[in-house]
Nanobody
């Protein structure tokens, strides 16, 4: 079973940038579409972005389009989320997961989730 570990979170001011990384434990990572989700305090976890296995197709929620970029390096078994122009409403715990599109919606797969990394954006 692939283990996923996120890193790169932190406390930043509005307008700043952060780059999150999701490191996988083995090369089966390259077989999966991957995604980022986030959960803000008192809110349900939401999908943020996804990337197919080869890195050629990406999808984003509207609120991060033009600010966030998802990418992956299968040779390094790592996925990234470059977050620019951060806003206070981006504050959340960010999770990476293997994903599948089910009934038009991206869902995390089984136990292929990381433990999360906190992103806090101050105004």
């Amino acid at each position: 079973q692939v283990q996923l570990v996120e890193s790169g979170g932190g406390l930043v001011q509005a307008g700043a940038s952060l780059r999150l990384a999701c490191a996988a434990s083995d090369r089966t990572f390259a077989s999966f579409a991957m995604g980022w989700f986030r959960q803000a305090p008192g809110k349900e976890r939401e999908f943020v972005a996804a990337i197919n296995w080869s890195g050629t197709t990406t999808n984003y929620i509207d609120s991060v389009k033009g600010r966030f970029t998802i990418s992956r390096d299968n040779a390094k078994v790592t996925m990234y989320l470059q977050m620019n122009s951060l806003k206070p409403e981006d504050t959340a715990v960010y999770y990476c997961a293997a994903v599948a599109k089910i009934n038009g919606k991206y869902e995390g797969l089984g136990n292929y989730w990381g433990q999360g990394t906190q992103v806090t954006v101050s105004s």
